[in-house]
């Protein structure tokens, strides 16, 4: 019998689905913890952005670039590895 607290799409996968289920939501958690070790470094990035954008001649601001860059690179990780963590996650 099927495992009622599962979603419905996930009740009768064979062993082969199992596991690419399982490596993506592996993949998932991989980018889930990219996301947050460079939300760690934004947070020291930030320290520096406003001296930075203060200080700097020109349009030249590169602790400035590094932050914008390290939230783009949180978004995406972050959303990409939400969307693969979808679905009940397996009881270890």
Known sequence: MANS???????????AQVEALDKRRDL????LVIAGQFAALATIL???????LKYSPGWLHPM???F???????GIFG???LVLRRGTP???
């Open 46 to 52: 930030l320290l520096w952005v406003g001296q930075d």
């Open 5 to 15: 607290l599962l979603p419905p799409g996930e009740r009768n996968l064979t062993p």
């Open 28 to 31: 998932g958690h991989t980018f």
């Open 79 to 81: 959303v990409t590895g």
């Open 64 to 66: 400035a670039f590094y």
């Open 90 to 92: 397996r009881i270890d």
């Open 68 to 74: 914008v860059l390290a939230l783009a690179l949180i």
